[in-house]
């Protein structure tokens, strides 16, 4: 028998703000994405949990502010957003915050994309074996990047940000294992930087509570993300789990997640109402292209077969009378 899941997505709702966001620039020309609305103010809320890949699509933002801000305006804050000094009439959060979470989770979703089509070598390029006296470390903010360092000359794996190898992303003890492995095979230490990654984010973002559920007259145990970072990361820690692949909409550019089991595997788009869209978009380019091409060349560009092609021009021509009657009419 299943365990009943212990999400209740339906539960989970995070706050939008009532106003939208403004990147704005902040004393010490700090750049903040801020709450227009001020505090206190009811704006709408979501589920996260509506939206598949949603992690998907924040790793994959782009970190000029207009991205993050189109991002905010539909999602709300990364962390219910912050009050500087307790005195400000607006909650903000610093567009650098926002760039370092994105590349994390962005640094995660590829590895395990790379471990999902075991690229060994491709993975071993991103570990790196160090033994060194490590610079004192610093706490840059609430992420762990330098946070977990040893002061000790001791040898330490170095994971490294798979977009921008220059950047250290993790630091970890070496197993024997790993140390086998080293330069050759980096599945075994990208796996374990991929859960220590991944758990440090839920214990940030996730919250374990218990209740008395009256309906089912019993007691339940939910997790809460307390934040939309902490529904992404779980959402993520999800997929890894049930070993999603993850797709791009042939329509809106969105990603989606095609599960392993699913019959679906060779899915295109994010949702049905893409599909339709990009449906009547192939339609609507093989009516006007018949007018210089054959069923057939305009099958092969659309990636459709000349019968359907055919279908379709019959109906655009079709179409097209009844319009120009009408027109006549008037
Ligand atoms: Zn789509």
């Known amino acids: 028998m299943a365990p009943s899941s212990p999400i209740n997505s339906d539960s989970v709702c995070l706050p939008v703000s009532a106003r939208g966001y403004e990147c704005t620039v902040h004393p010490r020309g700090e750049l903040r994405i801020t709450d227009l609305a001020e505090v206190g103010a009811v704006g709408r809320t979501y589920r996260p ?35 500087r000094n307790g005195i400000a009439q607006h909650l903000s959060e ?8 994105i590349s994390e989770l962005r ?49 330490l794996l170095v994971i490294l940000d798979p ?3 220059q950047q250290e992303v993790y630091w970890m003890s070496p197993s024997k294992d790993d140390l086998a492995a080293v330069g050759s095979d980096g599945i075994l230490p990208v796996r374990a930087y991929l859960t220590g990654m991944t758990n440090r984010q839920l214990r940030a973002g996730v919250t374990l509570y218990t209740f ?34 993850l797709g791009t909409c042939r329509w809106c550019g969105n990603p989606f997640e095609v599960s392993r089991k699913s019959s679906s595997a060779d899915r295109q788009h994010c949702s049905d109402k893409c599909k339709s869209k990009a449906y009547r978009n192939r339609k609507e380019r093989a009516i006007a292209m018949a007018l210089d091409k054959t069923p057939e060349q305009i099958a092969e560009e659309l990636g459709s077969d000349p019968e359907t092609v055919k279908d379709w021009i019959g109906q655009g021509k079709t179409q097209a009378a009844i319009s120009e009657s009408r027109g006549e009419e008037k």
């Open 212 to 245: 008395w559920d009256s309906t089912e007259n019993r007691f339940r145990i939910l997790q809460i993300p307390t934040s939309l970072l902490g529904a992404m990361w779980l959402q993520f820690a999800q997929a890894v789990a049930e070993n999603r692949r």
């Open 49 to 83: 949990f509506d939206h598949p890949a949603l992690y998907a699509r924040f790793a994959g933002l782009g970190t000029e502010p207009s991205s993050l801000l189109k991002f905010a305006n539909e999602f709300g804050f990364l962390e219910q957003g912050q009050r």
């Open 94 to 101: 610093p567009v650098d915050f926002w760039i370092r979470r």
């Open 163 to 165: 977009f921008d190898p």
């Open 107 to 155: 640094a995660a979703v590829e590895f395990h994309k790379l471990l999902q089509t075991n690229q060994i070598k491709k993975l071993a390029e991103f570990v790196k074996l160090e033994a060194i006296h490590p610079p004192v470390p610093i706490t840059l903010d609430r992420t762990f990047r330098h946070s977990s360092r040893p002061r000790n000359k001791v040898p």
